[in-house]
């Protein structure tokens, strides 16, 4: 079974700029989640959608950052405009929305904002 | 904001020895659990541990969790070189998120 798939792997922008990121979750997960991790910490929560429906964007930087889940399936988010402090890694991933919320990650796309 | 803490930050032993690492938490958990990430890759899943129990065994993966400390330890036992990685505790709260902590960094010697 295919497990979480992230692209791109790495993007390398110029800040101000605006750059997109995309997931597909693993067939039959419900629930999808985008985080960021910051270099040395863990990563936090940006975003958790159960279906095509956002449930939790309280974290979610709303003046530059969106995403959208059409269909209930992939999903993308979007930083515009970048800015320095967003560079990071995003990760994607995906959960079959039980009680036990056991989360698969993909391998997430390392963004730098020049 | 971050819930789980984990406890050292990094850790160097040798191939063969144990593991040990603590991790504590401030609010109420449905259940712990432990995730493993290799140098630029992403978060692996290994062990889950519900409020209700106190242990929980996984090949050479030993969790507790102790609910009146908040706080839970996992130990690995005899290390090897691919049991280097950064772990990560992340208590499953209420409100259904997992709030991971800075992790420990462990360096398995050769």
């Known amino acids: 079974e295919a497990g979480v798939v992230q692209s791109p792997r790495y993007k390398i922008i110029e800040k101000k700029q605006p750059v997109a990121f995309w997931c597909n979750p693993i067939?039959?997960?419900?629930?999808l989640y985008w985080y960021r991790q910051n270099l040395g910490q863990g990563p936090e929560l940006l975003i958790r959608?159960?279906?095509?429906?956002?449930?939790?964007d309280s974290q979610l930087p709303k003046d530059r950052f969106s995403a959208e889940r059409l269909k209930g399936v992939d999903s993308t988010l979007k930083i515009q405009p970048a800015e320095l402090g967003d560079s990071a890694v995003y990760l994607c991933?995906?959960?079959?929305?039980?009680?036990?919320?056991?989360?698969?990650f993909g391998p997430g796309t390392r963004l730098t904002v020049l | 904001s971050q819930q789980g803490e984990e406890d050292p930050q990094a850790l160097s032993i040798q191939e063969g020895e144990n593991a040990t690492m603590n991790c504590s938490y401030k609010?109420?958990?449905?259940?712990l659990q432990w995730y493993r990430q290799n140098s630029g890759r992403g978060l692996v899943h290994l062990i889950l541990?519900?409020?209700?129990?106190r242990e929980k065994h996984s090949g050479r993966l030993r969790v507790t969790l102790d609910t009146s400390k908040k706080s839970s330890s996992l130990l690995i036992t005899a290390s090897r070189a691919a049991d280097t990685a950064s772990y990560f505790c992340?208590?499953?709260?209420?409100?259904?998120?997992?709030?991971f902590g800075a992790g420990t960094t462990v360096t398995v010697r050769a």
């Open positions: 067939s039959g997960h419900n629930t």
């Open positions: 609010t109420s958990i449905n259940n």
């Open positions: 959608y159960e279906n095509e429906e956002a449930v939790d």
């Open positions: 992340a208590p499953w709260t209420n409100d259904y998120k997992l709030s």
């Open positions: 541990i519900r409020s209700n129990e």
């Open positions: 991933a995906s959960s079959l929305g039980d009680s036990h919320g056991t989360q698969y």
